[in-house]
């Protein structure tokens, strides 16, 4: 299984992205896509999460209202509007194949994503 990730920049605050992951391998089904993100010297946190089909989407409160996640049938896609300097980071996809949990740990995740490169000014 692969994940990569893609459309990380360089925005001024308030701007907008779009991150995509895209996966690929043996998997039959989407059992829970994680969007992660790490910034220097912080821990890595979960911040939205789908389950499959789309369903069920769940989000850290610091991005909520502000970041969107959603899924077709090839790529799972994170709109991220009203950009903050804070969020600035290295944002991961992660799969887990055993289903989503209500909390977002990295240890509960089996595939990752090489990451992508968020920058806010």
């Known amino acids: 299984v692969q994940l990569v990730e893609s459309g990380g920049g360089s925005v001024q605050a308030g701007g907008s992205l779009r991150l995509s992951c895209l996966v690929s391998g043996n998997i039959r089904s989407w059992p829970c896509l994680t969007w992660f993100r790490q910034a220097p010297g912080k821990e890595r946190e979960g911040i939205a999460r789908i389950t499959a089909g789309g369903g069920s989407p769940a989000y850290a409160d610091s991005v909520k209202g502000r970041f969107t996640i959603s899924q077709d049938d090839v790529k799972n896609v994170l709109q991220m509007n009203n950009l903050k300097p804070e969020d600035a980071a290295m944002y991961y996809c992660?799969?887990?194949?055993?289903?989503?949990?209500?909390?977002?740990?990295?240890?509960?995740?089996?595939?990752w994503g090489q990451g992508t490169q968020v920058t806010v000014s």
């Open positions: 992660a799969l887990r194949t055993g289903g989503c949990l209500p909390t977002m740990m990295m240890t509960d995740y089996n595939y």
